[in-house]
């Protein structure tokens, strides 16, 4: 089992930034990929990156390219969201989950993803 606590949401105004963590204990030698979602109200939860837990290679949603880089401390079996020029239409309950299939390309659906955190909400006021 992997368990993954998130961290680091808030309230920040339009043009702001904020840095959400995820920290996976458990059986976490195992874990291939770890994903950032995020599900706004009466929306489905949507993809918005992730990165492969031995090369550190990273994929985005094109709605947050160039705004938010995920990142990941392998000592400390965390991984990092730092958002940037955040928008409203950011705002949502975001989710790291893990995936511990051995796959050739990064995971980006849902039900690729077998482990999931709690969720931090992020709101951006404009």
């Known amino acids: 089992q992997v368990q993954l606590v998130e961290s680091g949401g808030g309230l920040v105004q339009a043009g702001g930034s904020l840095r959400l963590s995820c920290a996976a204990s458990?059986?976490?030698?195992?874990?291939?990929?770890i994903g950032w979602f995020r599900q706004a109200p009466g929306k489905e939860r949507e993809f918005v990156a992730a990165?492969?837990?031995?090369?550190?290679?990273?994929y985005y949603a094109d709605s947050v390219k160039g705004r938010f880089t995920i990142s990941r401390n392998y000592a400390k079996n965390t991984v990092y969201l730092q958002m940037n020029s955040l928008k409203p239409e950011d705002t949502a309950v975001y989710y790291c989950?893990?995936?511990?299939?051995?796959?050739?390309?990064?995971?980006?659906?849902?039900?690729?993803?077998?482990?999931w955190g709690q969720g931090t909400q992020v709101t951006v006021s404009s």
């Open positions: 458990g059986r976490t030698f195992g874990i291939y990929n």
């Open positions: 990165i492969t837990w031995s090369d550190a290679g990273t």
């Open positions: 989950a893990a995936d511990r299939t051995p796959r050739t390309v990064v995971a980006v659906l849902r039900y690729e993803y077998g482990y």
